[in-house]
């Protein structure tokens, strides 16, 4: 089945951890897309990336990076640096062209302890 | 700066009645203006979308309503039942190969649907 996968659904991290986040894509997509889920706030856009070995900073990048070393993957890393980590992380990817339908993974939940 | 504009943050409506989510943007541009359709814990998915050329579009229940020159469209779930109780984003996109190429999402409406 085609399909965009985050791994893992639930993630638990200590405080001063990195840890990144997964997300494969077989749909054959350009662009990739992260994003961060607050309650109220919507989706606010970290990263994304339009084509392989590019990408750029979203609204929120402060804290996080990400790699595009082959088009079906973009890992999204959390580090030490960002203050509030916890909360409900979604990639997306899109085909390509402006009026595509962006397809979204089923989400991963970060918990700092 | 919140490129798109959405309200109410939260509805509630009988079984039966209207649906009614609101969101306005500022930037021309923007030429896609898709809904996604959220359960909890579960990724958003496309809903519905239109493009600036037409003023309405229907599918089965949901209808989009777009209004160019006050740049603002509606989602409305007619019908409305509790299987549509979800958190729903409106969104605009603009050429892709510009910055304006990404989704701008609004905040979220989370509809009740009472049966």
């Known amino acids: 089945d085609g399909g965009i996968t985050q791994s893992p659904k639930y993630l638990f991290r200590k405080e001063g951890q990195n840890v990144t986040l997964s997300c494969e894509q077989n749909l054959n997509h350009d662009a990739m897309y992260w994003y961060r889920q607050d309650p109220g706030q919507g989706l606010r856009l970290i990263y994304y990336?339009?084509?392989?070995?590019?990408?750029q900073k979203g609204d929120i990048a402060e804290g996080y990076s990400v790699s595009r070393e082959k088009k079906e993957s973009f890992p999204l890393t959390v580090t030490s640096a960002q203050k509030n980590p916890t909360a409900f992380y979604l990639c997306?990817?899109?085909?390509?062209?402006?009026?595509?339908?962006?397809?979204f993974g089923q989400g991963t939940r970060l918990t700092v302890v | 700066q919140q490129q798109v504009k959405q309200s109410p943050q939260s509805l509630i409506v009988q079984k039966g009645g209207i649906s009614i989510i609101n969101c306005a943007y500022e930037n021309t541009a923007f030429d896609y203006f898709p809904w996604y359709q959220q359960f909890p814990g579960k990724g958003p998915a496309l809903l519905i979308a239109i493009r600036p050329d037409v003023s309405e579009k229907k599918e089965g229940r949901f209808t989009i309503s777009f209004n160019k020159s006050a740049k603002q469209f509606s989602l409305h779930i007619m019908d409305s039942q509790p299987g549509d109780s979800a958190t729903y984003f409106c969104a605009a996109r603009g050429d892709r190969g510009s910055t304006l190429g990404r989704l701008y999402f609004g905040r979220g409406t989370q509809l009740t649907v009472w049966p």
């Open positions: 990336s339009q084509i392989v070995n590019d990408f």
């Open positions: 997306a990817s899109q085909k390509g062209g402006g009026n595509t339908e962006a397809f």
